[in-house]
């Protein structure tokens, strides 16, 4: 676990071995990284996709942050580092606001090929495990713990 997750030095060490874990994710073509054709998506895509994973800036963060349920699952399994460190940096963000709900397959959206929690490595499930389980173990979730307990026990299932 991430042991106190407030603390800058262990949330450093936390994204290190984050992207570490994630290094072998294949990075998207703009045309993949979102599968709905809409201004919207085609927007996300062409922002997202001028960045390798850990150089998304700060500021096309703050307007991204809420865009994970429309990103492909290779795009999705590709960014998810960068959202993940951006809620542990930024946590007044869209992202940290929307990432509870994005961090377990909805019945709605990840179903078949669109599935975006199909594809993570050994090591990329251990490593968002971490994150679940702070999470989790936050009180500052009190009001989601029945949904964060369902995250986590998909995470530790597929782990
Ligand atoms: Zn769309």
């Given at each position: ?10 949330v450093a060490?936390?994204?290190d ?5 994630f290094?072998?994710?294949?990075r998207r073509d ?6 709905h054709?809409?201004?919207?998506c ?7 996709s ?6 998304v ?6 307007r ?8 492909s ?8 580092p ?6 542990l ?5 869209s ?13 709605d959206?990840?179903?078949g090929?669109r ?24 009180p ?17 299932g597929?782990?």
């Amino acid at each position: 676990m991430i042991a106190r997750p407030r603390s800058e030095v262990d949330v450093a060490d936390y994204i290190d071995r984050l992207y570490r874990a994630f290094a072998e994710a294949p990075r998207r073509d703009r045309d993949e990284s979102t599968p709905h054709r809409c201004c919207e998506c085609d927007e996300v895509a062409a922002r997202l996709s001028r960045y390798a994973a850990r150089d998304v800036p700060d500021d096309e963060m703050l307007r991204l942050g809420d865009s994970l349920p429309l990103l492909s699952p290779k795009a999705f399994r590709y960014y998810l580092p960068r959202f993940i460190e951006f809620c542990l940096t930024t946590p007044e963000s869209s992202a940290e606001a929307v990432m509870n709900c994005n961090l377990a397959p909805s019945g709605d959206l990840d179903v078949g090929e669109r599935n975006r929690f199909a594809q993570f490595s050994e090591a990329e499930r251990r490593v968002v495990l971490e994150f679940v389980e702070c999470r989790a173990a936050s009180p500052d979730y009190e009001s989601d713990r029945k949904f964060l307990d369902e995250v986590l026990g998909f995470w530790r299932g597929a782990s």
